[in-house]
């Protein structure tokens, strides 16, 4: 990918957030398609995220023995574990 089209469209992107606009309305003041915009627009988003694969690294050294670790999926469910299994952790957060 051109770095400079990118530099320019995530710099389109910034100015369509500043401008209080419609990504409809900015597209055609600019002579764009929105779904190419969109597609830019998911880019840039993307690329400002952290790459943890929408996980976060928990530093359980220290803890209490007697502490639980809750996992609470996004349909609800939510377990506790004791936080000493972390091999049954990484396969509950793999299956689902």
Request: glycine share 12%; net charge positive; charged share 25%.
């Amino acid at each position: 990918m051109d770095t400079n089209k990118s530099e320019k469209m995530f710099d389109l992107v910034d100015q369509w957030k500043a401008s209080g606009k419609s990504q409809k309305a900015f597209c055609h003041d600019h002579d764009m398609k929105p779904g190419t915009f969109g597609y830019w627009v998911g880019k840039k988003k993307r690329s400002e995220e952290p790459a943890t694969g929408g996980f976060a690294l928990v530093d359980m050294t220290g803890a209490p023995s007697g502490r639980q670790v809750e996992i609470t999926y996004p349909n609800g469910v939510r377990l506790l574990i004791g936080h000493g299994d972390l091999a049954l952790i990484g396969q509950l957060i793999n299956l689902y």
